[in-house]
């Protein structure tokens, strides 16, 4: 942000004092985002709308509605969110200099409406051939930067909470049973992460490569000799690095490690409240999205099943008792139980409503059912 040079414009320090009043509180990545915000805005200002020196001079029509049409025409294209980060900021400062200013006119220059509909995206996980042959190259390489993101596949953290993990991240919280600790994160909350033993040995040697680093102890796991945003920039980089050497055609990014890691929790029967507590989510709905992906999976397996021939298709990975069922109750029960599952993906994915309802009543029939079976079992 300082390496820039000073914004050449008369409304750059009414924006610079607004944004200093909006971020005292915020962090160093969000400062940056309203600053690049004021940089974008006024240069177009000055660009296509030279006359425009003071605050009273701005108009709605045609200057910020041309500023939007500037953003939607930008070249690559910016993606929907931070479209939708430039508008926010801008109005924010706005606001802001309405109240100082004493211009009531400014609050309604940039509307809440303008703001786009949020994207429904899903988690883009790494397919099984991708996430091979990255964890392969990342175990072959075995240096700081690998072992890093190894870290983060096995552990669903951010970039930017790996970045930021204590030297002594990791916590024993029952007999031989480990956590990592990830700090505070994008959503200001921190976690306990159940870890293995890989992941474990992961942390040792990140250790030992911090602690023989010519850089005084910092509190810090990964050193950051430039700070935390080089560091950062620099995992990014490596990551660039690692797909080209693959030669991944498609664009893959850090944070896909992490979606990969929540489709895999799913994917392995953990409940919804668990992987939430695991990602750190505050929104039930952003770890819906997981379900969504891996009922996505159960209907690519069945489109499959229809179009192949039985004997072409790879060995089932069900359990013995129903992948070859017998005529007994521990088959019965373990299909029962099967059954649950599935119906209950499904009915998480239905809005409120009759549908659902539906499903509900038969979720509470399956649950008589098993619970009736296991009597059988047990008398």
């Known amino acids: 942000m300082n390496r820039l040079p000073p914004l050449q414009h008369p409304l750059a320090v009414l924006f610079q004092r607004a944004a200093q009043s909006l971020t005292t509180s915020l962090s160093q990545e969000t400062i940056r985002f309203y600053y690049c915000t004021i940089r974008n805005f006024l240069h177009f200002l000055g660009a296509q709308y030279p006359h425009v020196q003071s605050l009273q001079q701005l108009h709605r029509d045609p200057h910020i509605l041309a500023w939007f049409t500037s953003l939607r025409s930008h070249q690559p294209p910016l993606a929907t969110v931070t479209y939708t980060i430039h508008l926010f900021h801008l109005r924010r400062m706005f606001e802001e200099l309405a109240w100082t200013e004493d211009l009531p006119v400014l609050a309604r220059l940039v509307l809440r409406q303008d703001t786009p509909r949020q994207e429904h995206y899903l988690p883009r996980p790494l397919t099984a051939d991708q996430d091979q042959i990255v964890q392969q190259e990342l175990l072959r390489r075995d240096d700081r930067n690998s ?20 030297f002594d991240c990791l916590r024993l919280v029952g007999p031989d049973s480990w956590a990592i600790h990830v700090p505070l994160g994008k ?11 890989f992941v474990r040995r992961l942390v040792d040697r990140l250790r030992i490569s911090r602690s023989q680093d010519p850089l005084p102890a910092d509190g810090f796991l990964l050193t950051r000799p430039s700070g935390r945003y080089q560091l950062i920039r620099k995992l990014r980089n490596f990551w660039r690095d690692i797909v080209a050497t693959l030669r991944i055609n498609t664009r893959l990014v850090p944070h896909q490690l992490r979606h990969s890691y929540g489709t895999e929790m799913i994917r392995a029967g953990i409940s919804l409240p668990a992987v939430m507590k695991l990602l750190g989510h505050l929104k039930p709905e952003m770890t819906m999205r997981y ?12 489109h499959l099943a229809r179009s192949q021939p039985r004997h072409l298709l790879p060995a089932s990975r069900l359990p013995t008792s129903i992948s070859s069922p017998q005529a007994n109750l521990t088959s019965l029960l373990d299909s029962l139980h099967l059954a649950q599952h599935v119906l209950e993906m499904v009915r998480r994915t239905l809005p409120e409503g009759p549908d659902r309802r539906l499903l509900d009543r038969l979720a509470n029939r399956l649950t008589k059912i098993a619970s009736e079976t296991r009597k059988l079992r047990q008398g």
């Open 187 to 197: 959503l200001k909350t921190e976690r306990l992460v159940p870890v293995d033993s």
């Open 291 to 302: 379900v969504e992906v891996a009922l996505l999976d159960v209907q690519r397996e069945f």
């Open 147 to 166: 072992n890093a993101f190894l870290l983060l596949r096995h552990t669903g953290m951010r970039i930017g909470e790996c970045a930021d993990l204590s």
